[in-house]
């Protein structure tokens, strides 16, 4: 973790609306984050470019490059976590933003409150993988590394025929939470308590979309079937091995 020199938890926040940053920013130094503000997309490409950050809030609509823009820039080279701000209703800007790699949205105007919770949710995760995820799997073809939060596919660790596959903090922890149970159904509701610490909202679609990011980042199953079943209304099962005939 990259932290400010008091130990806090260290953030970017990008944003044009400088009255909202500014707001955003002061709560949560309050709350004791270390929080720089950019004011746009290119700056914000800088300054990532020059510093390190545990986590940044990113503005999706913003003049010149957008969210999406840095987004499309930073991934997969910056893995930092990223909780984007979205316009409420701007489903399609929501669903491109968590298919690039962002970890979890709120909707303007947000509450301080309920962004610092997000925050602290998303770093928690990282902060607990080097303890709660104790041991590496291996499913078939695919070898998931805690350690180093690596994902392998086909052949051994380091051989040419594997392939390391880059996967967001959320996109990880999803994988490792659905390997860790092979065949078992995992509902929606564990999962966005477990990996995205917060209850279920009925009309959230981050999960379906970061289960679709997973689909295509591991492919098929060299027999040809999905690695990660759909069980409609309840959720998923990692579950390679199952009769397709």
């Not at 070898?143 to 052949?155: A, E, F, T, W």
Request: charged share 25%; glycine share 8%; with cysteine.
């Amino acid at each position: 973790m990259t932290q400010g020199s008091s130990g806090s938890l260290r953030l970017l926040v990008v944003d044009d609306d400088t009255i909202f940053s500014g707001m955003l920013r002061k709560y949560l130094e309050s709350e004791g984050c270390s929080v720089d503000v950019a004011c746009n997309g290119n700056q914000a490409i800088r300054i990532l470019g020059e510093e390190a950050f545990d986590l940044m809030v990113l503005d999706i609509m913003m003049p010149e490059l957008t969210g999406i823009e840095v987004l499309k820039r930073l991934r997969p080279d910056n893995p930092i976590p990223v909780i984007m701000l979205t316009a409420r209703g701007d489903d399609l800007d929501r669903i491109l933003g968590l298919e690039l790699g962002a970890d979890d949205y709120l909707t303007k105007p947000c509450n301080p409150r309920e962004l610092l919770a997000r925050v602290h949710a998303v770093m928690r995760r990282s902060v607990q993988a080097g303890t709660v995820h104790q041991r590496s799997i291996r499913i078939d073809d695919v070898h998931i590394l805690p350690d180093n939060r690596k994902v392998i596919i086909g052949g051994s660790p380091g051989s040419l025929k594997s392939q390391v596959i880059f996967l967001t903090q959320t996109e990880f922890d999803m994988l490792y939470l659905l390997m860790s149970h092979p065949g078992k159904l995992i509902t929606k509701s564990e999962i966005s308590r477990e990996v995205l610490g917060k209850p279920l909202s009925r009309w959230d679609r981050s999960i379906d979309v970061h289960i679709s990011n997973l689909r295509r980042k591991l492919g098929r199953h060299p027999r040809g079937m999905e690695r990660i079943r759909t069980v409609r209304g309840s959720g998923y099962i990692y579950d390679p091995n199952r009769d397709t005939r």
